[in-house]
Nanobody
Framework: QVQLVESGGGLVQPGGSLRLSCVAS????????VTWYRQRPERQRELVAE???????YYSNTVKGRFIISRDTAENTVFLQMNSLRPEDTALYLC?????WGQGTQVTVSS
């Protein structure tokens, strides 16, 4: 049974940073593409970043240069380091692996 558990969200001021984690069980983050999405109110779900099995990464233009995706295969965890956060980054952040989704972690950027 595949399980994905996100954590690390919270309330942060504009310009601040957060580090999200996606802990996987029942599936290897090193052998699969892992994607971070976000769901903002009244908007479609948006791909934020992904890391491929070979280690290469992809970022949406809206977060490129500010967010960094990485993984720890020993811990079977994927991280999303979010820097220079903006109010428009406020969203529910979810990770996805081979069609399996976590419950998400809420990020709120506000002064």
């Amino acid at each position: 049974q595949v399980q994905l558990v996100e954590s690390g969200g919270g309330l942060v001021q504009p310009g601040g940073s957060l580090r999200l984690s996606c802990v996987a069980s029942g599936i290897s983050v090193g052998a699969n593409v892992v994607t971070w999405y976000r769901q903002r109110p009244e908007r479609q779900r948006e791909l934020v970043a992904e890391i491929f099995s070979g280690g290469s990464t992809y970022y949406s233009n809206t977060v490129k240069g500010r967010f960094i995706i990485s993984r720890d295969t020993a811990e079977n965890t994927v991280f999303l380091q979010m820097n220079s956060l903006r109010p428009e980054d406020t969203a529910l952040y979810l990770c996805e692996v081979r069609g399996n989704w976590g419950q998400g972690t809420q990020v709120t950027v506000s002064s």
